[in-house]
């Protein structure tokens, strides 16, 4: 080999580096559009991310048919954050830094999307969250936005629905609620307040308020004391993982009132707890029986694609890429500042999970379904139109 020769690879492997060996440090080409996409692929919440992802993948997937600004293609580049909020600012610094990415999707709890929020604003890499409830996501600043509706809204109807008479489905008015909030976990710190706020306003009273903290296995003493506080239903403002952990004790304690919860319920292993969560409810962003045309021709699609039934993290997945999307082919280029720009005038967005039109503080306002479990199964008790 010429010494030239020599040289010039030399050169070529000290840019390359030695962490460029997978395909996601790959330098972008002009024929691509780089997204990044920071998730919970793997930890305690994994769910919420694989299944945001598989939305975003197969959304991209749709768009690359035809392409984007005279056919670019996207390349998503995704990294697991473990459910961990550190990791997600490490994850999205990663993105913005390695991969140079224009937009970034994520994160589903609103935990991990303050954290890697706040990454992207100061680097003025727009944001779009599928999922992230709490109101404060998007107060990080004006590269934050999120697809879904807020939990002031959804609180306020987790408060309305229980005081709610259902004959169809057996449902009284539940007029003495005990809450049971995780402290370690904004979206359900959240979540509860708005429930607190509104509840009593519907002739509601709040018997007992208990807290724990994510990572806990005993949650019987709290549970000990709402039974004695006898309500007539227990509000639990966190996550699936801690769901089912609680349903099983508080049954062994015969606490056998109806649970029931907010977006944070919805998983899978929700609906597969048995008997313990018969005639529970909660609120979510979809249900897998909504019969509107453009629902069932999504989940028939993501069942072709993944094999399985899409939740509500993969319906707004799915709908979070569409509309960055959008903002791309309006904005013409594919430059942070102006997708931002785009994304703060998204109006009428027709997603698979509702319309989708951001209002001044870079929120949507979608319509909420009530889930009731019975019989391992979800299906729509009640909706919500937007406030
Ligand atoms: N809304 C939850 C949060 O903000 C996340 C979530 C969304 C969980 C949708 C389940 C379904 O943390």
């Given at each position: 080999m010429k010494p030239f020769a020599v040289a010039l690879l030399a050169a070529a492997s000290l840019l390359l580096?030695?962490?460029?060996?997978?395909?996601?440090?790959k330098k972008s080409n002009a024929n691509e559009i780089v997204v990044g996409e920071y998730a919970s692929m793997t930890g305690a919440t994994a769910t919420f991310g694989q299944s945001s992802h598989k939305g975003a993948v197969m959304a991209m997937e749709e768009i690359n048919k035809e392409g984007l600004l005279g056919g670019k293609k996207i390349r998503l580049v995704t990294e697991d954050n473990r459910s961990d909020a550190n990791e997600a600012v490490t994850a999205v610094q990663k993105l913005i830094s390695r991969d140079r990415v224009v937009a970034v999707l994520g994160e589903v709890a609103s935990k991990r999307s303050l954290a890697g929020g706040g990454v992207c604003q100061k680097a003025k890499i727009p944001m779009i969250s599928p999922a992230s409830t709490n109101p404060t996501v998007t107060a990080v600043g004006d590269y934050v936005f999120r697809i879904c509706f807020t939990d002031d809204f959804q609180g306020m109807v987790d408060a309305q629905f229980a005081i709610k008479e259902l004959p169809d489905i057996g449902k009284k008015p539940w007029k003495k609620a005990a809450v049971f909030t995780d402290v370690a976990n904004d979206y359900s710190k959240g979540l509860s307040k708005a429930f607190r706020e509104t509840y009593p306003k519907n002739g509601g009273q709040i018997v007992a308020e208990e807290t724990y903290r994510?990572?806990?296995?005993?949650?019987k003493a709290q549970l000990s004391k709402i039974k004695s506080a006898d309500p007539d239903a227990v509000f639990v403002s966190g996550y699936y993982t801690d769901v089912g952990k609680i349903l099983r004790q508080a049954r062994e304690l015969q606490l056998n009132v109806p649970f029931f919860g907010g977006d944070g319920w919805d998983s899978p292993q929700t609906l597969q707890l048995g008997p313990i969560a018969d005639n529970c409810f909660y609120t979510d962003h979809y249900s897998a029986d909504d019969p509107r045309p453009e629902v069932r021709e999504f989940i028939k699609r993501f069942q072709a694609r993944w094999g399985e039934t899409p939740d509500a993290m993969a319906i707004l997945g799915y709908d979070a890429m569409g509309v960055l999307a959008d903002a791309i082919k309006r904005a013409g280029k594919a430059e942070p500042q102006a997708i931002r720009d785009a994304l703060a005038t998204t109006k009428d967005y027709p997603g698979a999970s509702g319309t989708i039109t951001m209002d001044a503080n870079r929120n949507a306002r979608k319509p909420i379904v009530v889930v009731r479990i019975h019989g391992g199964k979800g299906s729509r008790a009640d909706a919500i139109a937007p406030q």
């Open positions: 580096g030695s962490g460029c060996k997978d395909d996601s440090n994510e990572s806990d296995n005993d949650f």
